[in-house]
């Protein structure tokens, strides 16, 4: 069954242009903002591999269906998972997470470790 898609003559809010005007157009020109954003994308990707390590963590991942693929899908980095969108968020989010949550000094803290 395939509906009709009815689209709206309102035009989106003013935040959600600027915020599309900015990403679009805003040119990033300082090499330690770029520095600083590949040492974050580093350490989220370290954490995310490590949590892999931990079976509370392993449980939780994967498709609903176990042993299912969805073709073409959001890969879950260190697995051989291929997933839909929703669940990928969720898998990959679980893995970044998983070392801040269950890290018993962080959690005292809320320091969130950023190796550099």
């Known amino acids: 069954m395939s ?42 990707l370290g954490c995310g591999l490590e949590a892999l390590g931990y079976p509370a963590c392993t449980k939780l991942l994967g498709p609903v269906i176990p042993g299912s693929t969805v073709p073409n899908g959001a890969r879950i980095p260190g697995t051989e998972y291929e997933l839909d969108p929703i669940n990928a968020a969720f898998n990959i989010g679980a893995m970044i997470r998983w070392l801040d949550l269950m890290t018993p000094g962080l959690q005292q803290s809320g320091v969130i470790p950023l190796i550099t």
Do not use: G, M, W
């Open 3 to 44: 509906h009709e898609v009815k689209r709206s003559n309102q035009n989106p809010d003013q935040v959600l242009v600027d915020i599309a005007n900015y990403v679009d157009h805003f040119e990033i020109k300082s090499s330690l903002a770029y520095e600083t954003a590949r040492n974050c994308l580093i350490d989220t």
